[in-house]
Structure formats: structure tokens, C-alpha cells
């Protein structure tokens, strides 16, 4: 979840097959061009080119975080919570206003015991706290999180850490649903 300059963290978060590693995190003014943003995520990847990178674009920083890596000859995965989507939840009866909706209840099944999933998360407060303050509502069009200017005042901050792991475990949810 990349952030550049400002109050919001860059947060790196490293899905290793459902274990997720400690969270990176940098403040947003160590970061303050795209490509000082992919030199953290390269240095996180231990240079690695064969690891896939999903990075958030839907903010100002992503894309130009994503295009910084693309260029350096990462494999950056562009994920844009704002894009519309046809799929389902795992019951295949629940649809999606948006992939940030699908990211989300991705990660709300992954968590789920009773799906049988073996996820271990990082001891992190924040990153506990990020991932249970977004509220959803059933809409006609699907599944749809509330705004996140509404989770950042409820949480007196952005909730980035909780969002890099999402990202980090999205690529199970474009593969499984």
C-alpha cells in the first residue's frame, strides 16, 4: 500500500503461501517520488524479479510506484479497487460493486475458520485494527465497503497496514473465486 510523502505509512506486506511476514513500513515523507517507492519494494523483495507484487493503484502514489517497478523489471501487479468485477463470493451467490469490495470479502473468507483456509497473520495492533474497521453494506450491485475517508476518520488515520495485507492475499482471490 504505497504512500508518498504526507501522514499515511508505505506498507509492505510479504505473503509467503498464507504466512504473512512483519509489516514494512516506512512514513509517507521517506518516500516521496515513485521511484523511492520501488527501490523499498525491491529492497523488500531482496531483489527478486520472479515475485509477483501487488501493488495499489487506486491512490495517488500507485500508479507511479507500479510504473517504477514495471521499469525496473518487477512483476508489478496493478490493483485498482475501483474497477467493476462479475465475480462471486465463495458461495457464488454474493456478487461485487468493485474489486476493492472483492479484495475485501477475500480476505474476510481467508480469515474465516470455518472455510479452512491456513492464513497466519503478523502480531500488529494497527494492522488488527484496519481490518475489522471497514463496514459493508448488501447493495443491488453487490457487495460494496464503505468509503475509506470514512474508515480513515474513524480510525484517526489511514488504514494502511490493514490494506497491504489485503493487497498481499489478493492474488488468492483471483485465482480462487
Known amino acids: 500500500d504505497p504512500s ?4 499515511d505509512e508505505f506498507a509492505i ?5 498464507g ?8 512514513q509517507g515523507a521517506k518516500t516521496k ?6 527501490a ?6 531482496g531483489g527478486n524479479l520472479n515475485v509477483s507484487i501487488c501493488i495499489d493503484i487506486g491512490g495517488a502514489a500507485g500508479p507511479t510506484v507500479w510504473e517504477h517497478c514495471r521499469h525496473m523489471d518487477m512483476q508489478a ?3 485498482n479497487g475501483s474497477r467493476g468485477t ?14 476493492r469490495a472483492r479484495f475485501y470479502w477475500n480476505m474476510r473468507e481467508i480469515l474465516d475458520p470455518d472455510n479452512g483456509y491456513e492464513v497466519a497473520l ?5 494492522m488488527r485494527a484496519d481490518l475489522c474497521a471497514t463496514r459493508f453494506i448488501i447493495t443491488p450491485h453487490g457487495i460494496q465497503m464503505e468509503p475509506k475517508e470514512e474508515v480513515k476518520k474513524r480510525l484517526g488515520r489511514s488504514p494502511d497496514r490493514g490494506e497491504a495485507v489485503i493487497y498481499a492475499c489478493a492474488t488468492d482471490a483471483v485465482t480462487r473465486v
Do not use: E
Not at 13 to 17: F, Y
Open 4 to 7: 508518498l510523502g504526507g501522514a
Open 13 to 17: 506486506a510479504k505473503n509467503h503461501h
Open 19 to 26: 504466512w504473512v511476514a512483519p509489516l514494512i513500513t516506512y
Open 33 to 38: 517520488t515513485g521511484a523511492s517507492g520501488a
Open 40 to 45: 523499498l519494494v525491491y529492497a523488500a523483495i
Open 77 to 79: 501487479i496493478d490493483l
Open 86 to 99: 462479475t465475480l462471486k463470493d465463495r458461495t457464488g451467490r454474493l456478487g461485487f460493486r468493485n474489486d
Open 122 to 126: 503478523p502480531p500488529d495492533d494497527q
